[in-house]
Structures are given as structure tokens and as C-alpha cells.
């Protein structure tokens, strides 16, 4: 928590200086203001991120996440304005310098994307956005890579980035800079997803057709983002085509999926709809049927829908309705001589979200968003028989009521402020279970923590001279549960400073503060993880982090960045010594333990963004360091996401214009375990007659480290495009040289000696999808 | 060849997914190191009590038990120890003097060890009672209540904080007979019995731990505890021990089952926080040996020079004669 009298002068800073520029440039006699909305023209789709910029006066800007944009320029020497955005024609647009005003701008996509890019591909070069630490991933683009079963995932996407990696083989669970996977706001059109991932982790619950842009933050986190220590994946869903009707789908080993859009009313409501579902279990029933003669089911499968549905109510107004709502069940069924067994898990999200977009003028866009959030697991046990029958339910979740108001104040073109509040109302359920039978009913429930949460906040993209720009700004917070109130107040700021032409130096500093934890044994996305509140004994997290870095955009758009960052995390949360995966219910809060991390390191990255052969490298070297007075006898050990080295290489290459193959490789120091190297006689009491205790000897906590991660996969994508539609088969191999990686480690004890065995998950997977769109 | 090549591709690809995912790994290379344990008990403020055990690390990949150190040098605050093979421990070759606290020295071949601990104050109990007898279902089920008998035991704590206990209990005077206690109702609370003997001190968050946790079974003779929330208060535990325990199972008099037993024998440790947290972790461990989920427990020593614990101890005994 910290106190505001902490930082007053730079508070005052903020206070007193947005003002003064503000009205400085307002100042400006004979400007036209240029404001409106950057669209594709076939579907309507708003573009987020198009640069807009008047070339002659060497002055743009992008626009926001609904494609938005505002730019004041001299009327009497503004003559054109151009448009780009990755994979359209770029658009030249005269500017009439007596009407100014509105201009809303439709670009028309290439035929063929002539670059394909991995991802990053900011439509702002690089050296010159002041927001490090960040890269902006088209959909589109994402897919170009190989993929897992057929399934694009764009989580999986996103630990190809640097100081992004996975937790374990095959998991989509993200560990960015050292922070552990709760220390991740993944938000789905600006709603937090609790459990984003699939299958254990294997997947991630975002379906690649429904999407149409997402962004990732490691670091210089922007005043508008808070809640979580180490990263922001804000994922966008598509709007729906305003203008016709579009489908594509696609067919792959693992699940099919669907998405429909088009306009109710033409150019004025649109809607999105799309489906993914599994079918392992249906493929896998007759296999489960034989080997227990034809009475046992397996349930194992997973569904996500996305809905959203956009209403252009006026030039000036946008109603945006959407909704997601996904679920895995994973469980076993047995019917035989009258009695039924189930027994299995449940789990998934539901998030709806409302949101009234208002342009209040050519300079102010105001954006009013609604939302609830649910996440919820369920893990349950019944028999019936003829005479008897019983039911266990132990059920977890999170439920999120949530309102907040965002305002775009574009007062000229070296300020972009944007400033907000709102507030979330959470409801957690750490554990409640009910038993129910003949004989007994019995509902043993962990009391229901509320809290209210609140922010509020003001950044200033800020350019400060030709060379140096600032993202400067401000959130507080504030939480209450149970007579427990926390504040925090934390500052925000980024600069960019050109060195020379295409290069840039660049500096952030990011305070961030968490009211939630996860806490988990396993580190595997397990939907078992439980989701809790800071309390009145469990403080809040907190971390700072800076970063310093050079970025530099070569003439053949390569961009080139390397980053340094060091980050401090405070009140981080562990299970205690010994404690036991279990449902700890009313328990956790004793159960767990806080302490300090720290993560440092380097990230060197490089992206090639055009031509037939287009990709990226990026490596890593980190630290990431845990202290806790009641762990490792109070000394410093290794996160067990420590990976000292994390190096990866992913490269499309476009033989024609339809084949396309692709491939990447990834090397990662392997995780830090704890394993015992010996045993031992512990313990000489006095009562125990030579009954001593036997011991394990663990030199440290996280003394051991599993075998490097590494991998190989390839793909190729056959595209055959026909008058009214397109159609691709994917073919994909995943771990092609089927190199056994670490899963996990376990003990085997045979005549009194003990061995480790190391499992692992995922050897060579081939994966064969057909992908339609028409 | 078209199709004779994608054939013989798919059956090499899908062949490599069968093949085995297991694979047996080397851990660890260590050499083996010494290993010194010992204590000093100092019972009912009479002459202390010591004996130091010496041996070594060894491999897991080795079966059977520790090899035992029987050449060391041992002393203790200036008293010479000797190995005791019938013990397997070294003992002291005279009396112990008193005194507050106690360093022993071991030396074993080239490798010098040393461990200190403080004598903690004598506490005593002040009283154990039988007080009755109660109908409770057997935390191993059963429709049936059985026989229970309530035993309060009552002892001061000091009044400065961070004091640590140890409470024995037993149907036989060497006190190594396994038993069983029941403290509160009849209900049965995994979460508590999942974490054993070792954790009440974080365990309890009311005033009263035993309150708190009255439905816990205790699946040994022994609990820890801290006065965290009863320093300085005259503390009174209410156990239930099974009927069982005390008539024992003469129906099986030349197995290892309890036999009738005339007397309950009572111990109350008064120990440092560092044997607390010693012996609290050796239980931990214990506890969650075999469970793939449960977080590593490092036993803390405090030995320099080799792994072990050393410890004193003062200790007040009694007995209740069976009400049988």
C-alpha cells in the first residue's frame, strides 16, 4: 500500500503540467481538427491502430481500440492526409481545409497479404512509439504459424515473444519476466477471463476466428492498466461484418469450429457468432467402451462461443454487446448392474460486457463499458444405485460485476490523454462443498469473500520535443474486504528518445499492485488452481519495474529492440512448507505464506516483417529469485520459472501464392524442482527408542533443474482461392524430432531404493486441418 | 511413390507417438556428508539427559538404512561421549552438569561439527485428570459410538512469547506405544488431519487452537504447538482417547496390538522455536511422503559443519492411573 503523500511532487507534476500543455497548444490559432472512425471497407471492421498522418507535416497519429482517431493540423498547410494499416492499400485522402471535421476513412485489404508477419507488427515503427516493452499481434498473422492439433492458439503466439515463456510442455500458461501465471490481465474486449485456457492448459480458450487484434504489455505499463504485476493481453473480438455475410471454419484432428458474421441492417447492426467444440472424448468412446465391456464413458471435451453484436446507433454513438462463454468437462462415467459412477471436473467462463461508445466531438471520444465475469469450477462425485445414492459437489469460482468509464482527449497532436474510473464488485468462493444422498445432505460452504474494487486514472502520450516522447500518467486504486481497505497509488511512465533517424533509446518505470492470487500446486493451468483475494492477512501484491531499451527500425522494416528490465515484486504468494494439494476451502489463508521475487534480465529480439521469407528470433537471459522468511530456511531460491536462457526462432516462408510453410524452434533452460538427493537420520528425541526419524535431504528449494525444453515444429498451409470462397489444408508436426521434454519428475521405490523418472507429455504430434471462408 | 511416401511418412510419424514418454534420470551426484543428531533433556528439573547419534548421507538410489558413524569424537560442555553399539547412539561417559545452555563438538575423520541450543525453562503441568467418559463415533467409521475418556491437561505458559510445546501421550512408560487422540467432537476434518501434527501453529487463527480444530484426529501420541494464542495464560487441552487404547486388545496378546494398559503417561516439552520448526518439518515430511502434490518440505538443521538437529529439552511428566 502506498500512501500519497509519498509522491506529492510528482502528483503535482501530473496535476499542474497536463493542463499547461494542453492549453499551450490549444493556444494554436488557424488548426483544423480532423477526427472520424478508420474502417475495412468490405466488412466494416474497425481498424485499431491505422496510422493517420499528414505526411508534408511530418505529424500522424494511430487510431484507439475502436478506430478512433483525432488529428489537428495547420488548415492552411494540410493539404493531404494518408492512412496505412498492415495488409491494406495505404490511402491518400484530401483534406478539405474549410469543412475539417469528421472524415471517416475505409481501407480495402491487399488481395494477398504481401507480408506476412509473426507478430509485433506495429503500425507505428517501433523507435518511434513510446510504449516499450509491447507488441501488437494481428490475427491474421498469427495464424501464419505452426500450430498444436490444427488449433491456432494466440497464447502459444505470445511465448514466442521475448521474456515470454511457457510454464510447462504444451501449456498455454503464460510467465512473462519472471511473475508467476496469476500476474497476467488477460482481458477479452476489456473483461478480465479468469481461466483462459483449455484442456489442463493445452489450449487457450480464445478462439483465433472470433478475434481481431490483441496486444501485449511486459512492461511501462500505460495508467490505463492495472490489477496485475507482470503483463496486459487485451484481446479484441471482431465486430461482425456491416456489409454482407462471411463465414469460415475449420475442421482439424482435435475440434471443429464456425464463425458466422454479418449485418442485421446494412452498415448499421452486425453481429458475430462462432463456435469451437471439441469431440476426443466422441472419438475416443468406442476405444473406452472395449476396455470396460462397453459400460465406461470418457468425458473429456470443451466448448467456447463468442457472440457480439454492434449497433451504430449514430455518427456519434456505438453500442457494442458481447459475450463469451466457454467450458471443459473432463471426467469418467461407468453404468453397470443398475449403478451409475461419474466422477470428473467441470470448469469455465462466461463474460458479458456492454459497451456505449460516444463521441462527444472531433477531439473527446468517451467509451461507457459494463461487464460481469464469471469463472467458476466444479468438481463432482455421484452414485446411483437402486437403493442408494449420493452426490458430491465441491464447487470454486470468481464472479465479477463491473462498470467503467474511459475518455480519448486528443486536445492536439503532441497529447493523447486518456483518463478513466471505474469499479468491480467480486464475489469469491474459495471452496463450498455439498454432499447429498439417502442418508445425508450436508452443505459445508467457505464463506463468500466480497470485495469492491475501484481505480481511477490519467496518462498523457506526450510529445515533448521532435525527439522526446512521454507517456506519463497516473492509477490509483483502492480495495475493500471484509474492514480491510487497500490503497494504492501508482505512478506510470515511458519515454523514447531518437538517437539518430530510425533508432531510439527508451525508458520505462511501472508501479503495479494485485489484488488477486492464485494459488496452485501444480503450475500447470490445473482449473483445481483456486482464485483468492487479498485479505485482511493476505496482502496485496505489488511490484515495481524498470526497464531500459534501444529500438531501431532498419530501412527493410526489420525491427531491431533490446531491452534490459529489473523488477521488484513484493507480498508474492506461495503454499507453505509441506502444505498438500488439496481443497483447502476455509484453510488457505493459513495454508499460504509471502514473500519477495525479484526478476531481472535482457531480451534481444529482432522481427523481419516483409518479404516471401519473413520471421523472428528473440532471446532472453533472466533471473527470476524468490525470498520468503518461512521457505528455504529464509534464504533466496530460484523461481521455478527461472530460466536462465530462452532462445526462439520462427520463420514463414511463401513459396507461391498458395503454399506457404513455416517453422519454429524453441530452446528454454529447463524448469528449477525441488528434489531430495538424499536420506537421512533427522532427528534424535527422547522418547523415540530408536524409532528416528527419516529424513529426505533437500539441499534447497528448487535445487534441481529438469533437462532443457526444446522443439522443433513446421507447418504448411495449402491455399486454394476460388470465386466465392477460399479453402486451406494444414498440415503441422509438432516436436518433429519427438525430443522428450520434461513434464515432470516423480519417484518409484523399489526394495527400499528410489529412482526418478522423468514423464514426458508430447512427443512428435503430425495434425492434419481443413480451413474453409466464404 | 506419391502415396508409397506419405504412407511410409504417416507410419514413422504416428510410430514415434507410441514410444515411451517415461524415461529414468540421474539426480544427483553428491557425495555422502555427516549427519549429527542430538539432544539434551532435562526431566522435571532432575539431572539433564544426552545422547548424539553420528552417521551419514546416504544415496537414495541405495537401499536399506543410513550407515552409523561409531569412531567420532564427541563432547558435550566438556563431557566425553562413547558409542553405545546396543543404542547405536554415543552417551556420556559421566554425569551432565547443569546448565543453560549446551554446545556439543563432534569430530568424524577430517570433518569438524559443532551445534549449541539453550536449556528452555521448565514448565510444569500443573494438572491431568480423567473427567469423564463420552459416546463418539470412531473416526474410522462405523455407525456405533464407542467408549472415549476425556482427559484435560492444564499447564502456565510463561509470559514472554514463543514458547513451544511438545505434548506427549501414552499408554506405555517408554512412550513409544502408537496411539491415537480425539480432541473435541465426534466429526472428522480432512483438511486437518491432512496436515498433521506439525501446522497448529498457523492453523488456528481463534484464541483457543484446540477449540478451533475440535473436531481434528490426531494420528499420533504426540502435537505441537506455540503459545501464540495463549501466552502467559494457564492453558487447559481436552483430549478423547479411544477405549480401545486403554483396555488395548488382549484378544491378540502376541501381536504389536496395545495391551491393557494401567497408566496414561504424559509428557509436556517445553523446546525452542528452532526444534519446533525442526520437528515440525521431519513430520511434515513424513506425512507427505508418497504425494505427488504436496510442496517440498526442507527439513531446516542446525548443525555447522553436517546436517542434523540438535536440541534441549525440559520436560514434565505424569501419569493417570487407567479408570478401568
Known amino acids: ?774 | 511413390m506419391k502415396q508409397l511416401f506419405i504412407a511410409a511418412s504417416a507410419t514413422v510419424l504416428l510410430g514415434s507417438c507410441t514410444s515411451s514418454l517415461t524415461t529414468p534420470i540421474e539426480v544427483s551426484k553428491e557425495k555422502e556428508q555427516l549427519v549429527v543428531n542430538g539432544f539434551v533433556a532435562m526431566i522435571n528439573q532432575t539431572i539433564p539427559t544426552a545422547a548424539v547419534q553420528v552417521s551419514v548421507t546416504q544415496k537414495l538410489s541405495q537401499p536399506g538404512t543410513p550407515q552409523m558413524v561409531t569412531d567420532a569424537f564427541v563432547e558435550l560442555n566438556g563431557t566425553g561421549f562413547s558409542y553405545n553399539p546396543a543404542e547405536s547412539l554415543y552417551i556420556p561417559q559421566t554425569g551432565i552438569n547443569n546448565a543453560s545452555s549446551f554446545k556439543m563438538n563432534i569430530t568424524a575423520g577430517t570433518i569438524k561439527a559443532s551445534a549449541e541450543d539453550v536449556l528452555p525453562a521448565f514448565v510444569p503441568i500443573v494438572s491431568a485428570t480423567f473427567t469423564g467418559v463420552k459416546k463418539l463415533i470412531s473416526r474410522y467409521g462405523g455407525d456405533t459410538p464407542t467408549d472415549y475418556y476425556e482427559i484435560k491437561i492444564s499447564f502456565d505458559d510463561p509470559s514472554q512469547a514463543g514458547d513451544y510445546y511438545q505434548l506427549v501421550m501414552s499408554v506405555a512408560d517408554s512412550m513409544q506405544v502408537a496411539s491415537g487422540f480425539l480432541f473435541g467432537s465426534t466429526e472428522y476434518d480432512p483438511d486437518v488431519v491432512c496436515n498433521d501434527v506439525g501446522v497448529y501453529e498457523e492453523q488456528v487463527i481463534e484464541q483457543d487452537p484446540f477449540e478451533n480444530n475440535a473436531n481434528v484426529f490426531i494420528p499420533s501420541n504426540m502435537v505441537l504447538m506455540s503459545d501464540k494464542y495463549f501466552n502467559g495464560q494457564r492453558k487447559e487441552l481436552t483430549f478423547y482417547v479411544s477405549n480401545y487404547f486403554l483396555v488395548g486388545f488382549p484378544e491378540f496378546p502376541d501381536t504389536s496390538a496395545p495391551q491393557p494398559s494401567e497408566y496414561v503417561y504424559m509428557g509436556l516439552h517445553h523446546m525452542s522455536k528452532k526444534s519446533f520448526n525442526h520437528y515440525k518439518n521431519v513430520k511434515l515430511q513424513q506425512w507427505n511422503e508418497g504425494n505427488p502434490f504436496a510442496e517440498p518440505t526442507i527439513v531446516p538443521g542446525n548443525v555447522s559443519g553436517a546436517l542434523g538437529f540438535f536440541g534441549c529439552r525440559s520436560i514434565s511428566t505424569t501419569k493417570l492411573k487407567t479408570p478401568l
Open chain 1, 1 to 774: 500500500m502506498h500512501s500519497i503523500t509519498k509522491l506529492p511532487s510528482f502528483a503535482r507534476f501530473l496535476i499542474i503540467s497536463i493542463p499547461f500543455f494542453t492549453f499551450s497548444y490549444q493556444a494554436l490559432a488557424q488548426n483544423i481538427t480532423l477526427s472520424g472512425f478508420v474502417s475495412d471497407a468490405a466488412s466494416g471492421e474497425k481498424l485499431i491502430g491505422a496510422i493517420v498522418a499528414v505526411p508534408s507535416l511530418n505529424i500522424g497519429t494511430a487510431t484507439n481500440t475502436y478506430g478512433f482517431y483525432s488529428l489537428t493540423v495547420p488548415s492552411a498547410e494540410a493539404k493531404q492526409l494518408e492512412v496505412n494499416y498492415v495488409g491494406y492499400e495505404p490511402k491518400v485522402v484530401t483534406i478539405d481545409p474549410v469543412a475539417g471535421g469528421k472524415l471517416n476513412i475505409e481501407l480495402t485489404a491487399t488481395l494477398q497479404l504481401k507480408e506476412v508477419s509473426l507478430s509485433s507488427s506495429k503500425k507505428t515503427p517501433i523507435h518511434e512509439r513510446s510504449q516499450m516493452s509491447s507488441a501488437e499481434i494481428p490475427i491474421a498473422q498469427a495464424k501464419a504459424l505452426p500450430t498444436f492439433l490444427g488449433e491456432v492458439d494466440i497464447l502459444k503466439v505470445i511465448q514466442l515473444l521475448p521474456g515470454v515463456q511457457a510454464g510447462n510442455e504444451g501449456s498455454s500458461n503464460l510467465i512473462v519476466r519472471g511473475g508467476s501465471p496469476d500476474q497476467n490481465l488477460i482481458l477479452l474486449d476489456g473483461v478480465p477471463v479468469y481461466n483462459a485456457y483449455h484442456l489442463f492448459g493445452f489450449f487457450s480458450v480464445f478462439n483465433a476466428d472470433a478475434l481481431s487484434n490483441m496486444e501485449v504489455i511486459k512492461g511501462g505499463f500505460p495508467a490505463r492498466y492495472g490489477g496485475r504485476l507482470s503483463s496486459v493481453i487485451d484481446i479484441r473480438m471482431k465486430e461482425g461484418n456491416k456489409q454482407k455475410i462471411h463465414a469460415e471454419g475449420g475442421i482439424g484432428l482435435l475440434a471443429s469450429r464456425l464463425m458466422i458474421e454479418g449485418p442485421i441492417i446494412k452498415d448499421k447492426i452486425s453481429f458475430m457468432v462462432s463456435g469451437r467444440r471439441t469431440y476426443y472424448d466422441i472419438l475416443a468412446r468406442p476405444i473406452i467402451k472395449s476396455q470396460t465391456d462397453g459400460n465406461g464413458k470418457l468425458i473429456l471435451n470443451f466448448y467456447d462461443l463468442n457472440a457480439k453484436l454492434n449497433y451504430k446507433i449514430s455518427d456519434n454513438d456505438h453500442v457494442y454487446i458481447s459475450a463469451y462463454m466457454g467450458s471443459d468437462k473432463f471426467g469418467f462415467k461407468d453404468k453397470s448392474n443398475g449403478e451409475t459412477f461419474s466422477s470428473g471436473i467441470k470448469w469455465g467462463n462466461i463474460t458479458t460486457v456492454a459497451r456505449w461508445n460516444h463521441l462527444f466531438n472531433n477531439k473527446l471520444f468517451g467509451n461507457l463499458t459494463a461487464y460481469h465475469s464469471r469463472y467458476q469450477f466444479d468438481l463432482y462425485s455421484e452414485y446411483a444405485g437402486s437403493n442408494d445414492n449420493f452426490k458430491m459437489n465441491y464447487i470454486s469460482g470468481i464472479y465479477d460485476w463491473a462498470g467503467k468509464y474511459d475518455l480519448d482527449y486528443i486536445p492536439n497532436n503532441r497529447h493523447y490523454i486518456k483518463a478513466g474510473a471505474g469499479g468491480t464488485y467480486h464475489t469469491y468462493t474459495p471452496g463450498a462443498m455439498q454432499i447429498k444422498g439417502n442418508a445425508i445432505e450436508t452443505t459445508d460452504s467457505t464463506d463468500k469473500l466480497r470485495s469492491v474494487e475501484t481505480h481511477v486514472y490519467i496518462e498523457d502520450d506526450f510529445l515533448v520535443t521532435g525527439k522526446l516522447k512521454v507517456n506519463v500518467g497516473l492509477h490509483a486504486n483502492s480495495f475493500s474486504i471484509r474492514s480491510k481497505n487497500y490503497f494504492s497509488l501508482q505512478p506510470r511512465l515511458a519515454a523514447r528518445y531518437i538517437l539518430f533517424e530510425r533508432t531510439s533509446l527508451k525508458a520505462s518505470y511501472a508501479k503495479m499492485n494485485q489484488y488477486i492470487h492464485l494459488l496452485s500446486n501444480s503450475g500447470v493451468g490445473l482449473p483445481t488452481d483456486l482464485w483468492v483475494p487479498a485479505t485482511d492477512k493476505i496482502r496485496p501484491m505489488q511490484a515495481d519495474q524498470v526497464a531500459l531499451g534501444i529500438a531501431h527500425n532498419t530501412r527493410q522494416d526489420i525491427e531491431i529492440s533490446i531491452e534490459g528490465f529489473y523488477k521488484k515484486m513484493n507480498n508474492v504468494l506461495e503454499y507453505k512448507n509441506g502444505a498438500s494439494f488439496a481443497l483447502t476451502g476455509t484453510k488457505w489463508e493459513n495454508n499460504v505464506t509471502q514473500g519477495k521475487g525479484e526478476a531481472y534480465g535482457g531480451e534481444f529480439f529482432v522481427h523481419k516483417k516483409s518479404g516471401n521469407t519473413n520471421g523472428m528470433i528473440s532471446y532472453t537471459l533472466s533471473w527470476s529469485n524468490r525470498l520468503f522468511p518461512d521457505l528455504n530456511e529464509g534464504k533466496v531460491f530460484p523461481y521455478k520459472y527461472d530460466r536462465r536462457h530462452d532462445f526462439k526462432i520462427a520463420l514463414v516462408h511463401k513459396f507461391s501464392k498458395s503454399i506457404e510453410v513455416s517453422g519454429e524452434w524453441i530452446f528454454g533452460t529447463g524448469n528449477a524442482m525441488s528434489i531430495p538427493t538424499a536420506k537421512y537420520y533427522s532427528s534424535v528425541t527422547p522418547n523415540n527408542n530408536g524409532d528416528w526419524a527419516y529424513s529426505y535431504y533437500y539441499p534447497s528449494r528448487n535445487n534441481y533443474r529438469m533437462a532443457s525444453y526444446h522443439r522443433l515444429d513446421i507447418g504448411a498451409k495449402f491455399t486454394k482461392v476460388k470465386a466465392k470462397s477460399t479453402r486451406e489444408w494444414v498440415l503441422g508436426v509438432y516436436n518433429l524430432y519427438n525430443r522428450k521434454n520434461p513434464f515432470f519428475i516423480y519417484t518409484e521405490e523399489n526394495n527400499g531404493a528410489t529412482t526418478f523418472k522423468q514423464v514426458s507429455l508430447l512427443g512428435i504430434i503430425p495434425s492434419i486441418s481443413y480451413n474453409f471462408k466464404f
